[in-house]
T-cell receptor, first 113, second 113 residues
Framework: AQSVTQLGSHVSVSEGALVLLRCNYSSSVPPYLFWYVQYPNQGLQLLLKYTSAATLVKGINGFEAEFKKSETSFHLTKPSAHMSDAAEYFCAVSATGFQKLVFGTGTRLLVSP | NAGVTQTPKFQVLKTGQSMTLQCAQDMNHEYMSWYRQDPGMGLRLIHYSVGAGITDQGEVPNGYNVSRSTTEDFPLRLLSAAPSQTSVYFC????????????FGDGTRLSIL
């Protein structure tokens, strides 16, 4: 079975500061891992995905994530936060590619001027 | 390209009423899924389908029915609405390639009084 833990339901940063959103996973098989972003009143948009290729994955909007098997982690980072990054971010895991995603509880990113 | 279209966007029901949430995709995707999103719980899989005529249960299927008579449509039925089903419902679809992401609709916000 797969599960995801996102540490911190809310993360606050200043504009221009580093963004770090934490995700730890549990999987009985080599996992597929994803980060999605949700803007208010919208659906989920894929930021990036890990599918057993490179461990450092680059996504859209300047975000990237590093797969660390020894730490069972897939933390999301961005060097410099923008106001437009304020949204809710979800980490998800799947054992079968993109089908049957198991989501974390989400982290709301707040960006202050 | 419309992508995944969900209707209605908002709905208020009384306990015991029935309703069908509609989901349509125009990308000829084989896989379609329904999730519910509740505060602090992320998204949880209700039902999914791997193709026309084939459906299966996800994590939280009780109180919901689905059918898949065509590739394009995947309606979700609440037979007797309960207040516990108050949630935001998301439909998603994806193609058969493991590299293709899930595409999400904008959601249906459902309140059960």
């Amino acid at each position: 079975a797969q599960s995801v833990t996102q540490l911190g339901s809310h993360v606050s940063v200043s504009e221009g500061a580093l963004v770090l959103l934490r995700c730890n996973y549990s999987s009985s098989v080599p996992p597929y891992l994803f980060w999605y972003v949700q803007y208010p009143n919208q659906g989920l948009q894929l930021l990036l995905k890990y599918t057993s290729a490179a461990t450092l994955v680059k996504g859209i909007n300047g975000f990237e994530a590093e797969f660390k098997k020894s730490e069972t982690s897939f933390h999301l980072t961005k060097p410099s936060a923008h106001m437009s990054d304020a949204a809710e971010y979800f980490c998800a895991v799947s054992a079968t590619g993109f089908q049957k995603l198991v989501f974390g509880t989400g982290t709301r990113l707040l960006v202050s001027p | 390209n419309a992508g995944v279209t969900q209707t209605p966007k908002f709905q208020v029901l009384k306990t015991g009423q029935s309703m069908t949430l509609q989901c349509a995709q125009d990308m000829n995707h084989e896989y379609m899924s329904w999730y519910r999103q509740d505060p602090g719980m992320g998204l949880r899989l209700i039902h999914y389908s791997v193709g026309a005529g084939i459906t299966d249960q996800g994590e939280v299927p009780n109180g919901y029915n689905v059918s898949r008579s065509t590739t394009e449509d995947f309606p979700l039925r609440l037979l007797s609405a309960a207040p516990s089903q108050t949630s935001v419902y998301f439909c998603a679809s994806k193609g058969t390639s493991s590299n293709q992401p899930q595409h999400f609709g904008d959601g249906t916000r459902l309140s059960i009084l």
